[in-house]
C-alpha cells in the first residue's frame, strides 16, 4: 500500500514538474538521468552531460516563477555534483567522517567467520549481486562432459556396483552393505574419486563424481551415502590440498588402495551448527612415543554422528589447540587443527553405531582420552596448527556442491523415473493415476524440481571443473537441493499411495523418503544454512563493494584505506542509485527491453532474471545501509534474500542446462515450469521482505521501485503442469534426459527397469484396451470386473487375436507384480539380533 501511494505521488510530482517548468526539456532531463544512470556512466559523464542539458534547459526552457525556483534548485544539485568530483574535497566532507560510522555499523566478526567469508571463489553468484550480470560468463562454459574412462567407469563397476545392491537386505537383513560390497567399493575405487592418479586414484572430474553418485543414489540411498564420504570433506581431501609430502605418500596410496577407511570427525554433542565452538582439546606436551620423548598432543574429544567412525580406519579430528607450557614457542590458543589419528592409538574408543532413520550407512561416536599423537600427525604438519578451520570451510565449498547434490538428485530422478511410469499403469476409475488433474500438478511439481535440482548440480559440478570453488552456490544448493528432494520425495509416495508405504523388497521409495532428514541434517543443517549462511556469506563476499570497503576501514595505513573506501564508497553509491532506475525501469516494463543473451523461447526468462537482479541488489544495499549489522540478527529478512539469490543462480543453471543439452525443443515446458516457479518464488520472497522491513518508509520506497506494477508473477499453471507431467508418464526423449545416469537396466528386482518395460508396453497395448473398451465392455460383450476376465471374454468375442491376448495378459502379470507390496509372517520384522547394552555418552 504505501509503495503504491509512494509511487503514485513520484508520478503526480513529475507530471506537475513536466506542466510547470516546460515539458520537452525537463522531460529529456529526467530521461538523459535515467539512461544515464540506467547505462551506470561515470559521475564525471553524469555532471558534463547534466552540465550541458541544464545550460539548453535555461536558456530555452519555459520561463516564469516556478520555473525559476526549479531551475535554481537543478543549479544547485548540479554544483553539488561537480563538488563531488573533486576527490581531496569530497574524502574530507564526506569519506572520512562516513567512515567512522560505517565502522560502528559493521557487524562483529569472528575470525573464523572472515575466514568463512574469505574461502573459495566467486562466480555466478557474484554476477548476480550486480545487477547486470554478464550471461555471456555463464553461457561461454563449456558444457560438462565425461571422460571415455569416466563414461567406462559409470557403465562398467557402477553398473556392477548397482547389481550387487539390495536395499532391503541391506537395511532390514543385515543393517549394512554385504562383505562382498565393501570389498567391491575398495578395490575399484569408489572410495578414491578425488584422489590423484599418482596416488592411485581416479582422479575424476567433479562432475564424474557427480554423476557416479547420483546413479548409485538412484538404487541405493545407504551405498550412496558410504561412498559419499571419503570422496568428500575429509582425510583424502584434506591431505590432497594441506598435507605434508610424507602424510601424502603415505595415507593417499592406502586410501586409494582401500586399506585405509576415513572418516573425518568435527560435530560433538555440544558442538553441533556451531561448529567452530568445540571443546575438544589438543594440549601440546611432552610424552612418549615409540621408545622415546617427543613435543606432541594430548588429546579430549567427544564425537557424535560421525559417518563411517564405526569402520574406519583413521580418523580425521578437529579439536582446539593449546599450547600452555609454550613449548612451540608462540600462542597459547592456537585454535582449531585438524590431524590424522590411527584407529588403534590407545585411547580412542570407536566401534559402536547409531541408527540415522533406518538407513544403516556406517556412522557413530568417537570417543578419546588422553589419546597422544606427535605433532606430525597434524595435517600439514605442525606450521598448519591453528589453521583447521579455513581448511575445512575451503575444502567445503567443493564437497557441498557435489555430495549430497549428486546423491539427492539421483534419489530424484529415480523417484520421478518410476513415478512417471507408476502413474501410467496405475489405474483407477478407469483411467490411469497420472491423467487426473491433481496427480499431473504433482508429477509435474516432481518434474520441474528435478530438473532445476539437475540442472544445478551439472552445472555447478561444471564450474569447479574449471577451476571454481563456488562457496555461496555450495550453500544455495547444499539447501535447495535438498529441500526440493524432500518435496519429491513426498509427491512420490502421495503418487505412490500405499505402494510406497509398506516396506519390504518390492519397496522402491521408502528408503529414500527416510533419508531425507538426514541429507536436510548434515553437512550444515538446512535451517542455518539458510537463515544465517546464503545471504550472510553472499551479501560479503559476492557484493561488488563491500569486501573492498570492509578491508579498506580495516586498512592499518590510513591514507590508503581512505584512499580505497572513498573509490569503494562512490562506487557503490553509484551502483545503489543505478540498481534502483534500473529495478524501476525494468519493472515497469516487465523487462521487455532487457538485452537477452539468446533468442527464442527461453530469451524471456533472462531478462526476467536480470529485472530480479537489479532489484534484489537495490534492496540488499538498502538493508545494509539501514540495518547495519542488524540485518545479520534479522533472520527472517537474511533467509529471505538468500531465497531471491538462489531463485535467480537456479534459474539461471536451468537455462543454462538447457543450452548444454543442446535447446531441445521437447524441454521447453519444463524449462519453462522450474523458470516460473523460480521467479515465482523470488518475487514472493522478495515480497515477504519488504512486508517485514522494519523501516516502513523505507519499505514503501523499495517497493514503490521494485513492484511498480504490483507482484505480477504467476506459479506455473494447470494447462502447463499436464504438458510437463505428459512428459514423464509416456516414454518420450525428455524423459531420457531426466532418467539420464540412473541404474535403470532391466533385470529382475531392478524396479525402475521394470517399471520402464511396463510404461513401455502399456503405450504399445493401449490401442488394444481400448478396443475391448469402446467394442467390448460398452457393447456388454465383455462384462466380467477382472482384468483376465475381461481378456477372456474379448478373445471369446473375436476383439483380440491369441497373439494379443497373450500381450495383455502379460502386461496385466507384469503391471500386478510391480503394484503387489509385501506381507510378513510377525517374526520375520523383528530385529534378529539379541539386545545389547544401550550406551547414552554424557560428554
Ligand atoms: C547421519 C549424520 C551423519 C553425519 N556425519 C557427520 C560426519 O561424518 N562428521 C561430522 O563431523 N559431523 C557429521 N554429522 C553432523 C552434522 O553435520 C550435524 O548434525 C549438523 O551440523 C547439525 O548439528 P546438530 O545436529 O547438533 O543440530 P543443532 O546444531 O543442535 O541444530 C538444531 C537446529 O537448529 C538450527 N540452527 C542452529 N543454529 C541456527 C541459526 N543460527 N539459525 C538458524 N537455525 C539454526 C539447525 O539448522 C538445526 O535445524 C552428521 C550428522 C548426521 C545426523
Known amino acids: 500500500m504505501l509503495g503504491a501511494v509512494v509511487s503514485l505521488v513520484l508520478v503526480l510530482a513529475a507530471a506537475y514538474a513536466v506542466t510547470q517548468v516546460g515539458g520537452v526539456i525537463t522531460l529529456l532531463l529526467i530521461a538523459a538521468a535515467l539512461f544515464l544512470a540506467y547505462r551506470r556512466l561515470s559521475l564525471l559523464a553524469f555532471s558534463v552531460t547534466f552540465t550541458v542539458l541544464l545550460l539548453?534547459?535555461?536558456?530555452?526552457?519555459?520561463?516564469?516563477?516556478?520555473?525559476?525556483?526549479?531551475?535554481?534548485?537543478?543549479?544547485?544539485?548540479?554544483?553539488?555534483?561537480?563538488?563531488?568530483?573533486?576527490?581531496?574535497?569530497?574524502?574530507?566532507?564526506?569519506?572520512?567522517?562516513?567512515?567512522?560510522?560505517?565502522?560502528?555499523?559493521?557487524p562483529a566478526m569472528s575470525q573464523t567467520e572472515r575466514e568463512a567469508l574469505e574461502a573459495g571463489t566467486v562466480w555466478w553468484d557474484g554476477e548476480l549481486f550486480t545487477g547486470a550480470p554478464r550471461w555471456e560468463k555463464l553461457l561461454a562454459a563449456k558444457p560438462p562432459q565425461l571422460s571415455a574412462a569416466e563414461q567406462a567407469f559409470l557403465d562398467g563397476p557402477c553398473e556392477e556396483l548397482c547389481r550387487m545392491l539390495d536395499e532391503w537386505d541391506i537395511t532390514h537383513e543385515r543393517g549394512d552393505l554385504p562383505p562382498e560390497v565393501w570389498q567391491f567399493l575398495k578395490s575399484k575405487g569408489f572410495f578414491a574419486m578425488i584422489i590423484q592418479k599418482k596416488y592411485g586414484g581416479l582422479e575424476f572430474s567433479a562432475y564424474a563424481h557427480s554423476c557416479v553418485l547420483a546413479k548409485i543414489a538412484s538404487r541405493s540411498p545407504t551405498a550412496s551415502s558410504t561412498v559419499a564420504v571419503p570422496n568428500s570433506l575429509g582425510p583424502a581431501e584434506l591431505l590432497q590440498h594441506?598435507?605434508?609430502?610424507?602424510?601424502?605418500?603415505?595415507?593417499?596410496?592406502?586410501?586409494?588402495?582401500?586399506?585405509?577407511?576415513?572418516?573425518?570427525?568435527?560435530?560433538?554433542?555440544?558442538?553441533?551448527?556451531?561448529?567452530?565452538?568445540?571443546?575438544?582439546?589438543?594440549?601440546?606436551?611432552?610424552?612418549?612415543?615409540?621408545?622415546?620423548?617427543?613435543?606432541?598432543?594430548?588429546?579430549?574429544?567427544?564425537?557424535?554422528?560421525?559417518?563411517?567412525?564405526?569402520?574406519?580406519?583413521?580418523?580425521?579430528?578437529?579439536?582446539?589447540?593449546?599450547?600452555?607450557?609454550?613449548?612451540?614457542?608462540?600462542?597459547?590458543?592456537?585454535?582449531?587443527?585438524?590431524?590424522?589419528?590411527?584407529?588403534?592409538?590407545?585411547?580412542?574408543?570407536?566401534?559402536?553405531?547409531?541408527?540415522?532413520?533406518?538407513?544403516?550407512?556406517?556412522?557413530?561416536?568417537?570417543?578419546?582420552?588422553?589419546?597422544?599423537?606427535?605433532?606430525?600427525?597434524?595435517?600439514?604438519?605442525?606450521?598448519?596448527?591453528?589453521?583447521?578451520?579455513?581448511?575445512?570451510?575451503?575444502?567445503?565449498?567443493?564437497?557441498?556442491?557435489?555430495?549430497?547434490?549428486?546423491?539427492?538428485?539421483?534419489?530424484?530422478?529415480?523417484?520421478?523415473?518410476?513415478?512417471?511410469?507408476?502413474?501410467?499403469?496405475?489405474?483407477?476409475?478407469?483411467?490411469?493415476?497420472?491423467?487426473?488433474?491433481?496427480?499431473?500438478?504433482?508429477?509435474?511439481?516432481?518434474?520441474?524440481?528435478?530438473?532445476?535440482?539437475?540442472?544445478?548440480?551439472?552445472?555447478?559440478?561444471?564450474?569447479?571443473d574449471g577451476g571454481e570453488k563456488p562457496s555461496v552456490p555450495a550453500a544455495m544448493l547444499k539447501y535447495h537441493v535438498t529441500e526440493m528432494g524432500r518435496q519429491v520425495a513426498n509427491d512420490a509416495m502421495d503418487v505412490h499411495g500405499g505402494k510406497g508405504i509398506c516396506l519390504g523388497p518390492r519397496n522402491y521409495l521408502g528408503r529414500g523418503y527416510q533419508i531425507v532428514p538426514v541429507a536436510i541434517t548434515v553437512e550444515g543443517a538446512n535451517l542455518l544454512t539458510r537463515n544465517l549462511i546464503i545471504f550472510g556469506q553472499g551479501a560479503v563476499r559476492c557484493h561488488p563493494f563491500v569486501l573492498r570497503e570492509m578491508n579498506a576501514v580495516h586498512n592499518p595505513e590510513r591514507g590508503a584505506g581512505v584512499d580505497e573506501f572513498d573509490r569503494a564508497l562512490f562506487g557503490h553509491i553509484g551502483f545503489t542509485l543505478s540498481n534502483a532506475v534500473r529495478s524501476f525501469i525494468m519493472a515497469l516494463t516487465h523487462a521487455r527491453f532487457t538485452r537477452a543473451p539468446v533468442q527464442g523461447a527461453t530469451a524471456r526468462y533472462y531478462q526476467h532474471v536480470v529485472r530480479f537482479s537489479a532489484s534484489f541488489a537495490f534492496a540488499v544495499d538498502v538493508a545494509m545501509l539501514s540495518l547495519g549489522g542488524y540485518l545479520k540478527k534479522t533472520e527472517g529478512l537474511s533467509a529471505r534474500l538468500g531465497d531471491v539469490l538462489s531463485c535467480m543462480y537456479l534459474a539461471s543453471m536451468v537455462l543454462k542446462h538447457h543450452e548444454n543439452q543442446g535447446r531441445h525443443d521437447e524441454d521447453l515446458a519444463v524449462v519453462e515450469w522450474a523458470c516460473r516457479n523460480l521467479l515465482y518464488h523470488a518475487q514472493e520472497q522478495l515480497h515477504g521482505f519488504l512486508r517485514n522491513f522494519p523501516n516502513r518508509l523505507l519499505a514503501g520506497l523499495m517497493r514503490a521501485l521494485i513492484f511498480p506494477r504490483g507482484r505480477v508473477y504467476s506459479a506455473p499453471g494447470d494447462r502447463l503442469a499436464r504438458k510437463v507431467a505428459g512428459l514423464v508418464t509416456s516414454p518420450t526423449e525428455?524423459?531420457?534426459?531426466?532418467?539420464?545416469?540412473?541404474?535403470?537396466?532391466?533385470?529382475?528386482?531392478?524396479?525402475?527397469?521394470?517399471?520402464?518395460?511396463?510404461?513401455?508396453?502399456?503405450?504399445?497395448?493401449?490401442?488394444l484396451e481400448k478396443r475391448i473398451r469402446v467394442e467390448g465392455v460398452k457393447t456388454g460383450k465383455v462384462t466380467a470386473l477382472d482384468v483376465p476376465g475381461r481378456i477372456q471374454q474379448a478373445l471369446a468375442a473375436g476383439l483380440i487375436s491369441e497373439t494379443e491376448a497373450a500381450a495383455l495378459r502379460d502386461y496385466d502379470r507384469k503391471v500386478m507384480d510391480i503394484i503387489n507390496v509385501d506381507d510378513f509372517e510377525p517374526h520375520e520384522l523383528a530385529a534378529q539380533v539379541q539386545p545389547a547394552a544401550r550406551s547414552t555418552h554424557v560428554a
Open 56 to 106: 539548453a534547459y535555461t536558456f530555452f526552457g519555459s520561463a516564469g516563477a516556478p520555473a525559476g525556483v526549479w531551475k535554481g534548485f537543478l543549479w544547485l544539485l548540479l554544483a553539488g555534483l561537480w563538488l563531488l568530483n573533486f576527490r581531496p574535497l569530497r574524502k574530507a566532507l564526506i569519506t572520512r567522517p562516513f567512515m567512522k560510522e560505517y565502522l560502528r555499523l559493521l
Open 734 to 767: 525428455a524423459r531420457e534426459r531426466l532418467g539420464q545416469y540412473i541404474y535403470r537396466t532391466l533385470e529382475p528386482g531392478n524396479a525402475l527397469g521394470l517399471l520402464q518395460e511396463a510404461l513401455l508396453l502399456a503405450v504399445q497395448l493401449e490401442p
Open 242 to 464: 594441506y598435507g605434508t609430502e610424507e602424510q601424502k605418500d603415505y595415507y593417499l596410496p592406502r586410501l586409494a588402495r582401500g586399506e585405509e577407511v576415513p572418516c573425518f570427525a568435527l560435530t560433538g554433542p555440544r558442538a553441533g551448527s556451531d561448529a567452530a565452538s568445540i571443546p575438544d582439546t589438543g594440549i601440546v606436551t611432552r610424552d612418549m612415543w615409540q621408545g622415546r620423548e617427543v613435543v606432541g598432543l594430548k588429546l579430549n574429544f567427544s564425537k557424535r554422528y560421525i559417518t563411517l567412525a564405526p569402520v574406519a580406519t583413521v580418523i580425521g579430528l578437529a579439536f582446539r589447540m593449546f599450547d600452555p607450557e609454550r613449548l612451540l614457542g608462540g600462542k597459547v590458543d592456537i585454535g582449531i587443527t585438524c590431524a590424522l589419528i590411527p584407529r588403534n592409538t590407545p585411547g580412542v574408543s570407536i566401534g559402536r553405531r547409531h541408527f540415522p532413520l533406518n538407513i544403516p550407512f556406517q556412522n557413530g561416536p568417537i570417543h578419546g582420552k588422553d589419546v597422544f599423537v606427535p605433532l606430525d600427525f597434524i595435517i600439514g604438519g605442525p606450521s598448519m596448527a591453528g589453521s583447521g578451520w579455513r581448511m575445512l570451510v575451503e575444502q567445503l565449498s567443493v564437497g557441498r556442491c557435489i555430495s549430497l547434490p549428486s546423491n539427492t538428485t539421483g534419489a530424484a530422478k529415480a523417484g520421478v523415473w518410476a513415478t512417471g511410469a507408476y502413474a501410467r499403469i496405475r489405474t483407477q476409475f478407469n483411467l490411469p493415476v497420472g491423467k487426473f488433474e491433481g496427480v499431473e500438478t504433482v508429477i509435474a511439481r516432481m518434474v520441474g524440481l528435478t530438473y532445476t535440482m539437475d540442472a544445478a548440480r551439472s552445472v555447478t559440478a561444471g564450474a569447479i
